[in-house]
């Protein structure tokens, strides 16, 4: 069975009608890196999720969730 992290960073973005360039800039990472966790392609270190989660005001589960292939 293959885990794999799968977010909500996008969604909570769009909801709120920031740029990728602005969410980078409040997290103070490159757009690059708000593209790749957007795209699943990066999961963030826990330092960098939990920055995520309180910009967001939301939990780290709630963004951030554990999913499992059979």
Do not use: W
């Not at 977010?7 to 757009?31: F, K, M, P």
Request: charged residues 30%; contains cysteine; aromatic residues 8%.
């Amino acid at each position: 069975m293959r885990e794999y992290i799968s977010n909500e960073v996008y969604r909570l973005r769009a909801e709120r009608g920031i740029t990728q360039e602005e969410l980078a800039q409040c997290l103070d990472v490159s757009r690059q890196t708000i593209i790749a966790i957007e795209k699943g392609n990066y999961t963030p270190s826990v330092l960098l999720a939990l920055k995520i989660a309180k910009f967001f005001k939301e939990s780290v589960e709630k963004i951030f969730i554990l999913r499992h292939d059979p």
